[in-house]
């Protein structure tokens, strides 16, 4: 069955980058994105990547695939404090829709100290 | 631009009472709708999804009932609920038979 396993927690300096890793089963997935989780509040879409592509950037934010081993990576640059939050990995194929709609990771938190 | 609401953000219920959260979606039409539970410090459980109107599939058994009265409306409910059910709930949509999906703020439910 697919899975999508992340690593519960990361802890970084303001200022410093964040790398926070994503590993999935289902090497037929088409697309597979990052959210994040503010405290209290849904998810917001930050990114995503088309299976076809090994990297994707987006101002501070590096997506980087490798489909051979079924990793994705999000990086962040320049960590903030306000980027302290809860990372979610999530997979798809195309034209999914319903229950195989999205599946997600546990989700990192993502401690930035100032 | 597409806008989804939920609400209420906050809701506090005892044991046994019913349950009546909304979401609706705004600026798209025939979108695919989704219900989500997530437990503390847990990832997303999907409970429901629904293609259109009337059109429900339940993920997992429970206390727990989803209906679509109007497009982009859609509506979970329960008549009596559990301690289980507490948790934080979050609907999303997406164009219909396409990814990725957008999520609503959420709805923090107790149960005392």
Redesign the interface.
Known sequence: GEDVEQSLFLSVREGDSSVINCTYTDSSST?L?W?KQEP??????LT?IFSNMDMKQDQRLTVLLNKKDKHLSLRIADTQTGDSAIY?CAE?KE?????R??T????TRLQVQP | SQTIH?WPATLVQPVGSPLSLECTVEGTSNP?L?WYRQAAG???Q?LF?S?GIGQI?S?VPQNLSASRPQDRQFILSSKKLLLSDSGFY?C?W?V???????????T?LSIL
Request: glycine letters at 20%; zero cysteines.
């Open positions: 697309y994105y959210y209290g509040a849904g998810l917001q879409l995503y979610f798809s034209g999914d829709t319903g229950r709609a999205l997600f990771g546990s989700g | 939920q695919n989704y847990r990832g997303l999907l999804y293609v599939s993920e979050l999303a997406s219909r038979g396409r990814q990725p999906q957008h999520f609503g703020d959420g923090r």
